[in-house]
């Protein structure tokens, strides 16, 4: 090893019992530099992050690690019962006096925090942060670590562009500061604008190593897919005319402000705003999560009763969460239980469920899908990102509903598998469904949508259409320099 490298992978293999995961990966890695990896859902780059850290027994060949390696990995491993500050500082607690230890976390975690422009609370419990802040903490807890290498794995799925950005420079001047960082993300430009060299991983296997000025999004989509691809978004839907499907008027609920718009049959609302601005608020509240302190709801001209979650089911309306682990998924279960979960009566024959039409109705997700899996008794916890995030929308689907609200459909899924869950919604939308896309990523909302609302503080900023639908105006509305 040269004595310039702080990582040497030699050969490496990787199995989950007999499952052969990885192999033949070869790299090195040097300070100050910064590596990505790039690769489909399920390509193994989840898999490849835990055997570096030592969370998973490599099946063959070598790891030499010469500094320490922390990782943010994919999905998030904070105590929710502990504060921020504990949780960065879990396992690696000061020793001193508890009044002093309490202070030096206190301050620490301050200054990691900044370093990064969030301002949370040290004695925040996490159980009560959002999902942004949660990554947030991760991150922070990760680079307090003071490692020589950091890797991270998908860290800004949660994120806007602007908390994207502030990491990118405190990723710069990390790597600046001898550190060697290994960055994975299905956001290509990201990887691209980051990373010197990006190695590709394609079903387990080395599909090249790059360096990023060789190599466009199209190229490195390209080469993940091992194909050429076509044009990522579907034609967009004709402009829906008739009455509306969905009536909101002056809705207010904790997080949402006097919100008002209309959705019609047929027609892919886009909804946009900052973190935290109350995009999810909104839709938590539409589906009977949050108490309506204010405004009417009205389907097909028809004032309805909101006030649970059966109220919304009952009103046809699906729902997929932003959090695909809190409140999704259920992790220990089986791919098919978790799919046909929210329709569960649909699936009982005197009284007994019938899981055999489970399994076969999973079975058509799977394959629709393109789901990677080994069956659909695996549990989901076993599966990759990307792919959980395909049943978790599989299980929204099968409640068959008339209006579906997609919290952040696509985060943490490959090219590939995103035009698919985009040609899957554009023709939900085309068979006459009402969808309400939320999403941070603005080309997605752009290349799906006519209109786009625009949240800002708990309340809709302007709906975008026409000429408006470009990047900038969205910005500037979700920042409030332009009313
Ligand atoms: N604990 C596990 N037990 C069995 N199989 C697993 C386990 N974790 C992952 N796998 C399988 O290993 C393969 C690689 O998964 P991995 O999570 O490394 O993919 P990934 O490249 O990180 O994908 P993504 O982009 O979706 O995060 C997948 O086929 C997955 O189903
Ligand atoms: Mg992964």
Do not use: W
Request: aromatic share 4%; with cysteine.
């Amino acid at each position: 090893m040269k004595n310039s490298t702080v990582l040497d992978v030699r050969e490496l293999e990787c199995a989950y019992g007999t499952v052969k995961v990885l192999s033949g990966i070869s790299f090195q890695l040097e300070p100050g530099t910064i590596l990505g990896i790039a690769g489909e859902n399920g390509a193994g780059k989840s898999t490849l992050v835990k055997c570096i850290c030592g969370l998973l027994k490599p099946a063959a060949g070598q790891i030499q690690r010469q500094v320490p390696a922390a990782a943010i990995h994919q999905e998030f491993n904070l105590a929710p019962d502990l504060t921020v500050a504990e949780n960065i500082f879990l396992g690696r607690e000061p020793e001193c006096g508890s009044m002093l230890k309490k202070k030096f976390m206190a301050e620490k975690t301050e200054q990691l925090l900044d370093s990064l422009g969030v301002s949370i609370t040290p004695e925040t419990l996490v159980s009560a942060l959002t999902v942004a802040e949660k990554q947030m903490v991760e991150i922070a807890k990760a680079v307090g670590s003071d490692s020589g290498i950091l890797i991270m794995d998908e860290p800004t799925t949660v994120l806007t562009q602007t908390e994207t950005e502030k990491l990118f420079s405190l990723v710069r001047a990390l790597t600046a500061q001898g550190k060697a960082v290994i960055y994975i993300s299905h956001k290509l430009d990201e990887v691209l604008s980051l990373c010197s060299r990006i190695m590709v991983l394609r079903d387990g296997a080395m599909a090249g190593m790059y360096n990023a000025s060789e190599l466009t999004p199209r190229l490195l989509a390209e080469k993940m897919v091992g194909r050429e691809l076509s044009r990522i978004f579907p034609d967009k839907l004709p402009p829906p005319a008739g009455v509306p499907k969905l009536e909101v008027e002056h809705l207010c609920a904790r997080g949402v402000n006097d919100i008002s718009f209309s959705l019609h049959a047929g027609e892919i609302l886009g909804v946009a705003g900052l973190n935290g601005a109350g995009r999810s608020e909104l839709a938590e509240t539409l589906f009977g999560l949050r108490k309506i302190t204010a405004g009417t709801v009205r389907i097909n001209g028809k004032e309805i009763r909101l006030r649970s979650v059966r109220d919304a089911l009952k009103n046809k309306i699906a729902f997929l969460t932003e959090d695909r682990q809190g409140s999704g998924l259920l992790l220990d279960f089986p791919i098919d239980l978790n799919m046909t979960l929210a329709a569960l009566p649909e699936y009982k024959k005197a009284g007994f469920l019938d899981f055999k039409k489970i399994a076969r109705k999973a079975l058509q997700y799977i394959k629709s899908f393109n789901l990677k899996c080994a069956s659909p008794a695996q549990a989901v916890r076993h599966l990759s990102g990307g792919n959980q995030q395909k049943a978790a929308i599989a299980k929204c689907l099968d409640t068959a509903p008339e209006i579906f609200i997609f919290d952040e459909p696509t985060r943490g899924v490959d090219v590939g598998a995103r035009r698919e869950i985009y040609d899957f919604v554009h023709s939900l939308a085309g068979k006459g469904a009402a969808c309400l896309l939320i999403s941070s990523d603005l080309e997605e909302v752009l290349g799906l949508c006519r209109r786009i609302m625009v949240i800002r503080n708990g309340s809709c900023a302007g709906i975008v259409s026409g000429e408006e639908l470009t990047e900038q105006h969205i910005i500037r509305k979700a920042a409030g320099v332009e009313k």
